[in-house]
């Protein structure tokens, strides 16, 4: 009985960790077709961002909640103006781009705060479940992921903000005609994307450690949930494939080590992508955001 | 807008000049750091045909050169001898590339979606490869040694005398041999036919597939030829290195070669080549400091050439002159149009 509930809080937290780090680049993805490579980088400047608040005697929640998002924001504000909008309608060049971006970022974390490994102290203890001993920090993840979902539904869904989005989205074109300039929208959206990436990365620094080059671990996870997702609806499709790949790389991680759970999650990607070349979304939830 | 330079021709005087110093360097100087620098431009050689003629990225390519590497030192183990695992560092690579590129390719995959199988491809076996610690993990006498890798096998030796190692010198030869033999199968492929329709399917595909070519067919070919450059370039590698660690598969090595041949230049044979050895060269030459990161270096000229030379320095270079030698050959025939004008005006 403590078993199965520990393994069923362990899936959830796996399809949270999937889904938080994904939620940035799902947002860039969805709104843009823009494939930031550079997005698990973005996720793990979050992280040393809250290191270094948390050094300099700052909250931990303070800078966690709220300094990483608008740092990481800021810079991924930057790297548009210099960047991306050079590069809009050329998929692969801005992969490539954002492929060399991520390199330099790691060069320079690397540059200020050293190679070596670093830890966020946990603002949560453990509590006891039967025989077992659980990260209490978890159930936060699990509880701030479903939050940041249902509040980027609500955006998208209620405000003026997320209509011109959708607008957008649906058709730059006819967006644009109506006086809301493309650019414009990308700018703000590429910002956001960043912010979230930025915050997942505050959130998920204690619990994951820090490394200059950790980044690349975020981006194969985060990189097949979104494309699997799909880009016709960004939040069902992240969270749909979040799900899947979650419980499934859970069960086989239980059923055989950590390393094997991993493996089976990015093949089963490889197969759904090969049945499903639009994602998820694509096929499946058309009509949803 | 990209625009390709054109299919190119064998120039022999330059390739035998190129030839003559590669041959005639180890009479001069030291071989070591030149062997590795061969390889990655063979390595890169390998993308650069793919990437640059049949406008395939395969964003993991390091893959293959991986498995060339481990497939060697595997096979090497457990045979003693090195002909054999030669040629099947050559041949497992292009099995396999064969297999996922006819997943990709007869499954109308677009090019973002290759690019991210392709480099799932290459994470699924780092992950895989540093995951192998232990006895549980052995293939024949060959432990897999997860992230500390296979080291000590035996280095190539000439075939049929399992006694007679190469290494130092011949090793270069052996390095140099391939890449000048592979350049020569490259441009041979470019000058036929398939290669004629490989360009055309970079063009336009729909095209090529309405002129009655199986479009899927010649992008798996070209994707197997490359992985089996790839694992050739690999399997010297282990040579060189004479240990195989998974870093052959992760993220940084399947970036460093895309930059090489992108700084290079796409579309020709030359610039990928060049490219490897300039940036292989500035690699080492950072890694002896540790002042500057070398990711560092490497992700700003990635970004900068992406931004400011997409085509690549080769042929932004070709581009240049071919313009310079075209405005003097418009000067000069509107220098004789004018005279031609002239002369009748006058009357006799």
Same mark, same amino acid.
């Given at each position: 009985?403590?078993?199965?509930?520990?393994?069923?809080?362990?899936?959830?937290?796996?399809?949270?960790?999937?889904?938080?780090?994904?939620?940035?680049?799902?947002?860039?993805?969805?709104?843009?077709?823009?494939?930031?490579?550079?997005?698990?980088?973005?996720?793990?400047?979050?992280?040393?961002?809250?290191?270094?608040?948390?050094?300099?005697?700052?909250?931990?929640?303070?800078?966690?909640?709220?300094?990483?998002?608008?740092?990481?924001?800021?810079?991924?504000?930057?790297?548009?103006?210099?960047?991306?909008?050079?590069?809009?309608?050329?998929?692969?060049?801005?992969?490539?781009?954002?492929?060399?971006?991520?390199?330099?970022?790691?060069?320079?974390?690397?540059?200020?705060?050293?190679?070596?490994?670093?830890?966020?102290?946990?603002?949560?203890?453990?509590?006891?479940?039967?025989?077992?001993?659980?990260?209490?920090?978890?159930?936060?993840?699990?509880?701030?992921?479903?939050?940041?979902?249902?509040?980027?539904?609500?955006?998208?869904?209620?405000?003026?903000?997320?209509?011109?989005?959708?607008?957008?989205?649906?058709?730059?074109?006819?967006?644009?005609?109506?006086?809301?300039?493309?650019?414009?929208?990308?700018?703000?959206?590429?910002?956001?994307?960043?912010?979230?990436?930025?915050?997942?990365?505050?959130?998920?620094?204690?619990?994951?450690?820090?490394?200059?080059?950790?980044?690349?671990?975020?981006?194969?996870?985060?990189?097949?949930?979104?494309?699997?997702?799909?880009?016709?609806?960004?939040?069902?499709?992240?969270?749909?494939?979040?799900?899947?790949?979650?419980?499934?790389?859970?069960?086989?991680?239980?059923?055989?080590?950590?390393?094997?759970?991993?493996?089976?999650?990015?093949?089963?990607?490889?197969?759904?992508?090969?049945?499903?070349?639009?994602?998820?979304?694509?096929?499946?939830?058309?009509?949803?955001? | 807008?990209?625009?390709?330079?054109?299919?190119?021709?064998?120039?022999?005087?330059?390739?035998?000049?190129?030839?003559?110093?590669?041959?005639?360097?180890?009479?001069?100087?030291?071989?070591?750091?030149?062997?590795?620098?061969?390889?990655?431009?063979?390595?890169?050689?390998?993308?650069?045909?793919?990437?640059?003629?049949?406008?395939?990225?395969?964003?993991?390519?390091?893959?293959?050169?991986? &498995? #060339?590497?481990? *497939?060697? @030192?595997?096979?090497?183990?457990?045979?003693?001898? =090195?002909?054999?695992?030669?040629? +099947? /560092?050559?041949?497992?690579?292009?099995?396999?590339?064969?297999?996922?590129?006819?997943?990709?390719?007869?499954?109308?995959?677009?090019?973002?979606?290759?690019?991210?199988?392709?480099?799932?491809?290459?994470?699924?076996?780092?992950?895989?490869?540093?995951?192998?610690?232990?006895?549980?993990?052995?293939?024949?006498?060959?432990?897999?040694?997860?992230?500390?890798?296979?080291?000590?096998?035996?280095?190539?030796?000439?075939?049929?005398?399992?006694?007679?190692?190469?290494?130092?010198?011949?090793?270069?030869?052996?390095?140099?041999?391939?890449?000048?033999?592979?350049?020569?199968?490259?441009?041979?492929?470019?000058?036929?036919?398939?290669?004629?329709?490989?360009?055309?399917?970079?063009?336009?595909?729909?095209?090529?597939?309405? &002129? #009655?070519?199986? *479009?899927? @067919?010649?992008?798996?070919?070209?994707?197997?030829? =490359?992985?089996?450059?790839?694992? +050739? /370039?690999?399997?010297?590698?282990?040579?060189?290195?004479?240990?195989?660690?998974?870093?052959?598969?992760?993220?940084?090595?399947?970036?460093?070669?895309?930059?090489?041949?992108?700084?290079?230049?796409?579309?020709?044979?030359?610039?990928?080549?060049?490219?490897?050895?300039?940036?292989?060269?500035?690699?080492?030459?950072?890694?002896?400091?540790?002042?500057?990161?070398?990711?560092?270096?490497?992700?700003?000229?990635?970004?900068?050439?992406?931004?400011?030379?997409?085509?690549?320095?080769?042929?932004?270079?070709?581009?240049?002159?071919?313009?310079?030698?075209?405005?003097?050959?418009?000067?000069?025939?509107?220098?004789?149009?004018?005279?031609?004008?002239?002369?009748?005006?006058?009357?006799?």
């Amino acid at each position: 009985m403590d078993y199965a509930a520990v393994v069923i809080l362990e899936i959830l937290y796996m399809i949270s960790f999937i889904a938080l780090v994904s939620a940035g680049l799902a947002v860039v993805f969805g709104m843009m077709r823009v494939i930031n490579l550079a997005h698990g980088e973005f996720v793990m400047l979050g992280g040393y961002t809250t290191l270094a608040c948390q050094r300099a005697g700052i909250d931990l929640w303070f800078s966690m909640l709220v300094i990483a998002p608008i740092v990481v924001g800021l810079v991924g504000l930057i790297v548009e103006r210099l960047v991306i909008r050079f590069l809009y309608g050329r998929m692969i060049d801005t992969m490539l781009a954002t492929w060399g971006l991520s390199l330099l970022l790691i060069g320079i974390v690397t540059l200020i705060f050293g190679s070596s490994a670093v830890n966020v102290p946990t603002p949560i203890p453990g509590y006891q479940l039967g025989a077992y001993q659980m990260g209490g920090y978890n159930l936060f993840i699990i509880g701030v992921t479903i939050a940041l979902y249902i509040g980027m539904w609500l955006v998208l869904r209620y405000t003026r903000l997320g209509l011109i989005a959708r607008g957008a989205m649906q058709s730059a074109d006819v967006a644009s005609s109506l006086g809301y300039n493309p650019r414009t929208v990308y700018m703000v959206t590429f910002t956001i994307g960043a912010a979230l990436s930025g915050f997942a990365g505050g959130v998920l620094a204690p619990l994951t450690g820090l490394l200059p080059a950790s980044g690349g671990g975020y981006i194969a996870q985060s990189f097949i949930a979104v494309i699997t997702g799909g880009s016709g609806a960004v939040i069902s499709g992240t969270l749909t494939s979040s799900v899947l790949f979650g419980t499934i790389s859970q069960i086989v991680s239980f059923a055989s080590g950590p390393v094997l759970g991993d493996i089976v999650m990015l093949a089963l990607a490889i197969v759904l992508l090969r049945l499903m070349p639009t994602g998820i979304s694509g096929r499946f939830l058309r009509n949803s955001q | 807008m990209k625009v390709w330079p054109s299919i190119g021709q064998m120039r022999w005087g330059w390739f035998l000049l190129g030839a003559a110093i590669i041959l005639v360097w180890p009479a001069f100087f030291d071989t070591h750091t030149p062997t590795i620098l061969l390889v990655w431009a063979l390595f890169a050689l390998s993308l650069g045909l793919m990437w640059g003629y049949a406008g395939l990225l395969s964003f993991g390519h390091t893959a293959y050169f991986g &498995l #060339g590497a481990y *497939v060697y @030192a595997i096979a090497v183990v457990n045979i003693g001898e =090195s002909t054999v695992p030669l040629l +099947l /560092a050559i041949l497992i690579p292009a099995i396999v590339a064969a297999i996922i590129g006819a997943m990709m390719f007869y499954g109308r995959i677009s090019d973002v979606y290759m690019g991210v199988i392709t480099l799932v491809v290459s994470l699924i076996l780092f992950k895989f490869m540093s995951a192998t610690a232990g006895d549980k993990y052995a293939i024949g006498d060959a432990r897999l040694g997860g992230f500390n890798g296979i080291p000590g096998f035996p280095v190539l030796n000439v075939p049929g005398l399992p006694d007679v190692s190469l290494f130092g010198v011949p090793m270069y030869y052996v390095a140099a041999v391939a890449l000048l033999g592979c350049y020569l199968i490259c441009r041979w492929i470019l000058a036929r036919s398939f290669g004629r329709v490989l360009v055309g399917i970079r063009e336009n595909e729909g095209r090529c597939e309405l &002129l #009655g070519y199986s *479009v899927p @067919a010649y992008k798996t070919a070209i994707f197997s030829i =490359s992985a089996a450059m790839a694992g +050739l /370039a690999g399997c010297l590698f282990a040579n060189w290195a004479e240990i195989v660690t998974p870093s052959v598969f992760s993220l940084r090595s399947a970036a460093e070669v895309i930059i090489w041949v992108i700084v290079g230049g796409l579309g020709t044979l030359v610039g990928p080549i060049l490219g490897a050895i300039v940036l292989g060269m500035l690699k080492l030459l950072l890694s002896e400091q540790t002042v500057i990161d070398n990711s560092l270096i490497l992700g700003f000229i990635l970004v900068v050439v992406v931004l400011a030379i997409p085509r690549g320095v080769v042929p932004a270079l070709q581009y240049w002159f071919g313009r310079r030698a075209r405005i003097r050959t418009q000067r000069s025939a509107h220098t004789r149009a004018r005279r031609r004008v002239a002369a009748p005006v006058r009357p006799s």
